[in-house]
């Protein structure tokens, strides 16, 4: 590998492999590896192709994914066993694999490109501009792409006064959930009094079904810290930290190296750029705590400390990390930051909504066609996303609630899917951007459990400092619980509400006043599917276990057999091509058999 | 509990272990975080150690290890099966992993199996949403697995294919 290369910008061939954490695991690391060994067999190649393990390209569903630049030709699921296919066909003789090829669902053609799949098409990139592009290991394909002359703009023409300005003027909100005005935070932080200040980068990405954050760190490190030198500049930093989930392996290694290589290249130690600027950065590897994300907690957490948020009278920007005057912000608001600070801020400014400005980036999972990571610009609608990017609900079924803003935001239905989503109409809906997670549910998922599994989560993340959460959380668990199990009552549902009004009301921090969001919005659009659960005992989505019985429709029952193959405990049987039965004593109901037959056999009683 | 003699052989290992940092609280976590990687879990005798070392009780450093999912502190299996239980992975019935795990092995999460081959235990999110479900076995990542899959990984770890 070869580390001066211009990425796609000289005739030479590049091979990019994705081997974020979703390609990794469908084998991206074996087919980089197998491009490496074999291109080794080829001296006979007379432009030496140069291979580039790159971060996350969003589109985890079809990976590993692997490009090939200066033709710009994406192949889909490759194994190792196709790099030769591909070295042989496309880079000798220019000619494509098709079968590697996507097909669009709809004209069935073939797509040379990812860019031209209706996927990539419909979305604006600022926060992963470079992500899947670069080799987040190679600080020079970072700097080829624009980085760092943010920097260099902001340190040698620029006052921190100035940079400051153009953040507001950019309209720049926190990504992390709550929305606060970057711009305002900052300057809240500049005028507080002392000189010793810090800035942190909240990498503690614990939304159960989120992972922008990770690709970000993973696939464009650079942006992350250039971002935070600009916000140490700004308000008169001298060091920082980035908090990153313990359960990020790879993030930690590609941040640990580009710190390394920053502060080689001059962009920070003791004399930034020459300037006389000092900022560095440490890392820290958060123990495992979903309150962590919460920053009192977090800066408690970095002191040594168990991590207990405390009450805000006084914001971190006034008495934050060892009660000096800090800025916390969360890694995708970081990642904005260069390209405000190096194009201006009105460009940004001129995406999105009249109160949220730029993009967005979701990760868009669940029960949807094409998962994966999605930007888009503010005020794009719920519908654009699923049925336009993501493809529609997996296997056609019927599209039943979104789910946002992790375990504090809420379930939106159907009838709101042309909402156009930005901070302020998801938190009217009831919900919440928070950190931008989209997942979607159809009709086979059950609300009461949705909501019983955020409560649940909840339950043990709280930390149990304050009462209202403490008790309100297990209080909310225990009832829901109940309802699953069929033993609910119509009392409990006024009993639900009263306890989340309490814990919104008088929790300590924002933990425990969104913690009843999950089941307020269920309660809100869902509300007959609750009584269904408890007036007849039955659950509708045939997930809640006590509640589900299943028989197989021996009119349409074609005995095929997956149903039985698919049985943990043995209870289907039948003749190959006739009809099968369940065994109703046998049967633990998990519902696999519903979920696998293809036929629609299998019935709900 | 009792301090296990092994953990006293040990003790000079711990100690450089915990001597590469300064002794301060600031670095607590950290070296926590060091000791759990070195070892699966923090040996009592580590804590007090480590308490020694930065300068706090040992009630500070055992609020430590039982607040953060990080730390653990009874000794793991020599592979540890982490399914994720983060909702993309749940409304995708990750449910169905452990009932496999479970019948296989007869351990539910947080719980360690008799022969110390196997501990399992969920986790919230591995990020890894457009795999679900997903299932990690010592670091290695499965993706979109289904109840046989569980069935053939934990065979080709040494595990049983069906106990009952």
Known sequence: ?????????????????????????????????????????????????????????????????????????????????????????????????????????????????????????????????????????????????????????????????????????????????GGFPTGQKWQACRNASGNTKYIICNGDEGDPGAFMDRSIMEGDPHTVIEGMILGAYAVGASHGYIYVRDEYDLAVQYLRKAVDDARQRGYLGNNILNTGFVFDIDLIRGG???????????????????????????????????????????????????????????????????????????????????????????????????????????????????????????????????????????????????????????????????????????????????????????????????????????????????????????????????APNPVLSTLRYFREEYLEHIEQHRCPAGVCRALSIFYIDPEVCNGCGVCARHCAVNAIQGEKKQAHVIDESICIHCGECYRQCAFDAIKLR | MQIDAKEYENASAYKSLIESYAGKPEYLLAIMQDMQRQYNYLPRLAITMIAAHVGLPVSRVYAMASFYKAFSLTPKGRFVIRVCDGTACHIKNSETLLDQIEKQLQA??????????????????????????????????????????????????????DAN
Request: hydrophobic letters at 35%; one cysteine or more; aromatic letters at 6%.
């Open chain 1, 288 to 514: 495992g705590a979903f309150v962590c994300g919460e920053e009192t907690a977090l800066i408690a957490s970095i002191e040594g400390r168990v991590g207990e948020p405390h009450d805000k009278y006084i914001f971190p920007t006034e008495k934050g990390l060892w009660g000096k005057p800090t800025v916390i912000n969360n890694v995708e608001t970081w990642a904005n930051v260069p390209v405000i600070v190096l194009h201006g801020p009105a460009s940004f400014a001129a995406i999105g909504t009249a109160n949220s400005k730029g993009t967005k980036v979701f990760s868009l999972v669940g029960k949807v066609v094409n998962t994966g990571l999605v930007e888009v610009p503010m005020g794009t609608t719920l519908r654009e996303i699923i049925y336009e990017i993501g493809g529609g609900v997996l296997k056609k079924r019927s599209f039943k609630a979104v789910q946002t803003g992790g375990p504090s935001g809420g379930c939106i239905p159907a009838e709101l899917l042309d909402l156009p989503i930005d901070f302020d109409s998801l938190t009217e809906a009831g919900s919440m951007m928070g950190s931008g997670g989209l997942i979607v549910m159809d009709d086979r998922t059950c609300m009461v459990e949705v909501a019983r599994y955020y409560v649940n989560f909840l339950a043990g993340e709280s930390c149990g400092k304050c009462t209202p959460c403490r008790e309100g959380i297990r209080a909310l668990l225990e009832i829901l619980t109940r309802i699953s199990e069929g033993q609910g009552s119509i009392g409990d549902l006024d009993l639900l509400e009263d306890i989340s009004f309490t814990m919104q009301q008088a929790s300590l921090c924002a933990l425990g006043r969104t």
């Open chain 1, 1 to 177: 590998m070869q580390t001066e290369m211009n990425l796609g910008s000289d005739d030479r061939q590049t091979v990019l492999v994705c081997c974020g954490t979703g390609c990794t695991a469908n084998g991206g690391r074996e087919v980089f590896n197998a491009f490496e060994t074999s291109l080794q067999d080829h001296p006979e190649i007379q432009v030496l192709p140069v291979v580039k393990a790159t971060g996350c390209n969003g589109w985890c569903e079809k990976g590993p994914l692997v490009r090939l630049l200066p033709r710009d030709i994406t192949y889909c699921s490759v194994a190792p066993a196709d790099v030769d296919e591909i070295i042989n066909k496309t880079l000798l003789d220019g000619v494509l694999v098709k079968r590697l090829l996507y097909r669009d669902p709809v004209s069935k053609e073939h797509l040379t490109s990812h860019h031209l799949t209706d996927f990539y098409r419909k979305q604006h990139k600022i926060a992963l501009r470079n992500i899947g592009e670069i080799d987040p290991g190679q600080i020079d394909d970072y700097v080829q792409r624009g980085g760092y002359q943010a920097l260099q703009k902001a340190l040698l023409g620029m006052k921190g006064q100035e940079v400051i300005d153009t953040i507001k003027a950019s309209g720049l909100r926190g990504r992390g959930g």
């Open chain 2, 108 to 161: 539910r999460p947080g719980e360690t199996t008799a022969d110390g081959l196997f501990s399992v235990e969920t986790v919230n999110c591995l990020g890894a949403c457009a795999l679900a479900p997903v299932m990690v076995i010592n670091g290695r990542v499965y993706g979109k697995v289904n109840r046989s899959d569980v069935e053939r990984i934990i065979k080709e770890y040494g595990g049983q294919s």
